[in-house]
C-alpha cells in the first residue's frame, strides 16, 4: 500500500510516498532531506500533533490565555484534548511558560501558558 504526504519537516513540502507492508514503512521517497524520511514513518505509523488553543482565566485582566503542549501528543487524543481545554480554569496571574495542566491525557505532555494575564 502506498500513501501520500506533504512532508512539514522543512519549508521545501516535498511530496512524499511511503510504501506500507503489514503496518511498516517499508520505503519512503520524494523526500530531499532525512526529516521528510522520519517524517513520513512516523506519520504513518504514530501521528502526533503539537495542539495550541486557549483556557479561561479566573480573575484576570483578560478571560482566556493562549497555550500549547509541552510535546507533540499522539493525533487520536487531540479532540480529547481540545474538550479538556474548554473545561480548564487558570488562576491569574499567568506567566508565558507556566505549566497549566501537568501530564494531560497520560500523554507525558505539559499544556505551557504562551502569553501573560495579569490579575484584574
Do not use: F, H, W
Amino acid at each position: 500500500m502506498e500513501r501520500n504526504l506533504i512532508c512539514i519537516g522543512c519549508p521545501l513540502g516535498c511530496q512524499l510516498t511511503a510504501v506500507m507492508e503489514n503496518g511498516v514503512v517499508t520505503a519512503v521517497t520524494g523526500n530531499t532531506c532525512p526529516r521528510g524520511d522520519e517524517y513520513a514513518r512516523k506519520e504513518c505509523t504514530a501521528p502526533e500533533r503539537t495542539v495550541t488553543g486557549t483556557v479561561r482565566v479566573v480573575g484576570g485582566a483578560v478571560p482566556v490565555v493562549s497555550v500549547r503542549t509541552s510535546r507533540p501528543i499522539p493525533k487520536e487524543k487531540v479532540l480529547e484534548l481540545a474538550q479538556l481545554m474548554g473545561k480548564i480554569r487558570v488562576q491569574a496571574p499567568v506567566r508565558p511558560g507556566d505549566v497549566v495542566a501537568a501530564n494531560v491525557l497520560e500523554t507525558g505532555s505539559d499544556l505551557l501558558a504562551t502569553c501573560s494575564a495579569a490579575i484584574d
